[in-house]
C-alpha cells in the first residue's frame, strides 16, 4: 500500500512539474489580440532626441567646399593614456555635439539651435533648410552616440547597456540582460525614464500580450528598467542575518539531540 502512495505521489509531481504557470510564461493569450493591437505592434518606431545627448552630426556633398564651414576638423574626445584620434578614427568620435540642459546644441555657423524633443528627422530637415541656402547639395546625417539603457532587479545580468542603434524593446534588453530570472515577477516590471526633465513610470505586464502595442515597448536613451522579485523572492528576503543564525542554531541543537537521543536508546537496548 505505501508502495503504491509512493508511486501516485511521484506521478502527480511529474503531471504538475509538465505544467507551464501562469505567471511564468510570457505573452499568455497572443491569439486573442483585438485589431487595433495587433496594428499598434506595427507602428513605425521614431526616436526622440533629448537633454545630454551626444548626438554625431555629419554634414557631406559631392563639393566638399561648400560644406566645410559645417563641419569641424576630424577629431574626438580621449582619456587620459588613451591614442589620440585621428582621420582615421571611427565615425563614433567625430562631430559629437552635447545636448544641453536648454535643449540646444551649438553648431558651426548655425549656431545654437534647439533640438530636444525632435526626432532624428525632424532635426535633419530643419538643418537643411538652413544648410541648404548655401550648400543646396549638402546631406545631413544624424546619430545618437551615446543610447544607453539599463535593467536592474531580477535579471541574469543587470547592467547598463550601450546600443548601436536607437531602436530597442524591452524584450530586446532582457535579452541582452540573459533573460529574467525565475523569480521575476513578470506581471511587475517597470519602465523609469527622464523625458527631457519630466519623470516617467511605465507597468509592463509581460505575461500579457498587449505589451507589444504599448507605446513604450521601444525604450528611448537612459532608460532605466526594474524588474520585481516575486511573492516567493519577497517572502525570503523578509529573513534577516539574525534570522538565519537563528534557524542555524536551532538546527544544530535539534541534530545534536537527536544524536544524544540515539545513543541513549541504544545503551538502554544494551
Not at 563639393?63 to 582621420?87: K, L, V
Not at 550648400?135 to 535579471?155: D, H, L, R, T
Not at 500580450?209 to 537612459?222: D, E, I
Request: net charge negative; hydrophobic share 40%; glycine share 4%.
Amino acid at each position: 500500500m505505501k508502495r503504491i502512495f509512493f508511486f501516485g505521489f511521484i506521478i502527480i509531481l511529474l503531471t504538475d512539474s509538465c505544467r507551464t504557470p501562469k505567471d511564468i510564461a510570457y505573452f499568455q493569450g497572443i491569439e486573442n489580440l483585438s485589431e487595433e493591437q495587433r496594428e499598434a505592434m506595427f507602428r513605425k518606431y521614431v526616436p526622440i532626441i533629448c537633454i545630454d545627448d551626444a548626438l554625431i552630426i555629419n554634414v557631406t556633398s559631392p563639393d566638399r567646399a561648400t560644406t566645410a564651414q559645417f563641419s569641424p576638423p576630424p577629431y574626438g574626445y580621449f582619456m587620459p593614456g588613451e591614442a589620440e584620434i585621428g582621420i582615421a578614427a571611427t565615425t563614433q568620435n567625430l562631430f559629437t555635439y552635447l545636448v544641453d540642459e536648454n535643449g540646444e546644441i551649438n553648431f558651426p555657423v548655425l549656431g545654437r539651435i534647439h533640438v530636444a524633443g525632435l526626432s532624428i528627422n525632424e532635426t535633419i530637415r530643419m538643418m537643411e533648410k538652413k544648410i541648404w541656402e548655401t550648400a543646396p547639395s549638402a546631406v545631413i546625417m544624424i546619430q545618437i552616440a551615446n543610447f544607453k539603457v539599463g535593467i536592474i532587479g531580477e535579471v541574469k545580468t543587470p547592467d547598463i547597456y550601450t546600443i548601436k542603434t536607437p531602436r530597442v524593446s524591452i524584450l530586446d534588453l532582457i535579452s541582452m540582460a540573459g533573460d529574467l530570472t525565475i523569480l521575476a515577477d513578470r506581471k511587475n516590471v517597470w519602465i523609469h525614464r527622464d523625458n527631457n526633465g519630466e519623470k516617467i513610470h511605465v507597468h509592463m505586464d509581460l505575461t500579457d500580450p498587449a505589451v507589444f502595442a504599448s507605446p513604450y515597448y521601444y525604450l528611448q536613451q537612459n532608460d532605466m528598467v526594474y524588474v520585481h522579485p516575486n511573492k516567493a523572492q519577497s517572502r525570503n528576503s523578509e529573513y534577516s542575518t539574525r534570522d538565519n543564525i537563528r534557524l542555524t542554531l536551532f538546527s544544530v541543537i535539534l541534530s545534536t539531540a537527536s544524536f544524544i537521543t540515539s545513543i541513549i536508546f541504544n545503551l538502554t537496548g544494551n
